[in-house]
């Protein structure tokens, strides 16, 4: 009996962070947690609605319109840019890049969350949500592209399950666990590599399926090789946003890792440098789509012209940002870069998915208020989620009572 009490005593100061019952709801009372809980009175109650009365009564979705925001926004934006797993993931794990090691765990986090609730908006965007399992066990259709994101995504999220689990061990105190997972590192981070290579380019590869519906200054035979190029910037962009809300929400954990604001300086210029490189390769490989189809006779269209914003605006100004950011040595520039790559790539996927698709139809999609409030709900969420599982594992620093993790793991 009391070795219940005294686990029983260890699960509660674990979840209330050894906190009395009084003061973890005082410390709940925040202006962000106001915010959250206005949302979700408001968008979990929609979620069910649409779960109980289905995808027609929630939605502006029709047989001419049948990908939404939930598709654009929640799937294909969000699986651009919970990239950065697998970017710095590769880059320390593979490539020995250890001085960006402590940028590691919270990308992997920022990618397994990103994946998981690309998912939930996913399932509620199929008419029949509860088959969403059937690629796994049921329906192996596999000549479908569909069939190959389904695994590849399932199969990834377990990847970053097994690189997170780690963080999950230290922080319950269970070394031999830890221990095995930590042997499982880099034979994960490479599988992981692979199926984000395949489904990044494979969520593209479903427009080239459809090549009168998609505008064709966005529809190219290179769209598998632009989504994966251009997951990579976001994976690279998000890293340097998310250090950077990071550094302000949990600016004592921060303070943890021993790294001063000058040594992360350097690694967000190095991640510039980075970003530079692979955002200018995206450039001219959406030109050369363009020329290769001949298409610049559309350029001077009114499409043309939203098409010339989204690759001047947000794909040539924040690649010469991160230019002039790392010959300046200027960590302030590459954020500033970072933020409008972020918002360009979650605007190509709207352009290719939602406001390029079916262009030369008259019945246009615009979505619903209860769509547009499941997406901000199932942001909110994502970011709840976030700071509960940071404000509990090490994920922004080194546990006291373990070695280097990077170091116990290459060992």
């Known amino acids: 009996m009391t070795t219940l009490t005294c686990r029983r005593d260890r699960v509660r100061d674990y979840l209330l962070m050894s906190m009395s019952w009084s003061e973890y709801l005082r410390k709940l009372v925040t202006p962000f947690n106001a915010v959250v809980a206005a949302i979700s009175i408001v968008g979990i109650p929609v979620i069910l609605y649409r779960l109980f009365y289905g995808i027609g009564a929630a939605t502006n979705l029709s047989d001419t319109n049948p990908w939404g925001i939930w598709i654009g926004f929640d799937m294909m934006t969000g699986v651009a840019l919970a990239a950065g797993g697998f970017v710095i993931g590769t880059a320390v794990h593979l490539f020995g890049m250890t001085e960006y090691r402590m940028l590691v765990r919270p990308a992997i986090l920022t990618g397994f969350l990103g994946y998981l609730f690309a ?69 994960a981070t490479a599988f992981g590599v692979i199926l984000s290579t395949l489904h990044q380019s494979a969520l593209g590869s479903l427009f080239l399926l459809m090549p009168s519906k998609v505008h064709p200054l966005w529809y190219s035979d290179y769209l598998s090789i632009l989504f994966f190029v251009s997951a990579i910037a976001a994976g690279i962009s998000m890293i340097v946003v998310e250090s950077m809300l990071s550094h302000r929400v949990f600016s004592d954990q921060v303070s943890k890792t021993g790294i001063d604001h000058r040594q992360f300086d350097k690694l967000t210029v190095g991640l510039g440098k980075a970003g530079a490189a692979v955002l200018f390769t995206y450039f001219f490989l959406k030109l050369i789509a363009v020329a290769h189809d001949a298409n610049w006779d559309l ?3 009114a499409y043309g012209a939203w098409w010339l914003v989204e690759m001047l605006g947000f794909v040539a100004l924040p690649a010469a940002l991160y230019t002039v950011a790392v010959r300046r ?15 360009g790539i979650a605007l190509n996927r ?24 499941v997406s901000i709900t199932l942001v909110s969420l994502g970011l709840v989620a976030f700071r ?18 990077h170091e116990t793991s290459a060992a």
């Open 119 to 187: 998912v939930f908006g996913l399932a509620l965007d199929l008419g029949r949500y509860y088959r969403l399992p059937y690629p796994m066990a049921v329906s192996f259709g596999v000549s479908s592209i569909l069939f190959l994101v389904a695994w590849h995504v399932a199969l990834y999220l377990s990847c970053q399950l097994a690189e997170w689990c780690p963080a999950i061990f230290e922080s319950l105190n269970m070394p031999k666990l830890r221990q095995w997972f930590l042997r499982l590192t880099v034979g």
């Open 299 to 301: 350029v001077p269209t």
């Open 388 to 405: 509960w599982i940071v404000n509990r594992m090490p994920i922004l620093y080194d546990h006291p009572d373990y070695p280097v993790y």
């Open 329 to 343: 040595e200027s960590a302030f520039l590459v954020k500033v870069a970072s933020v409008v790559t972020v918002a």
């Open 350 to 373: 709207l352009n290719l998915s939602v406001i390029c698709f079916n262009w030369n139809v008259p019945d246009r999609y615009v979505p619903s208020w209860m769509e547009i409030a």
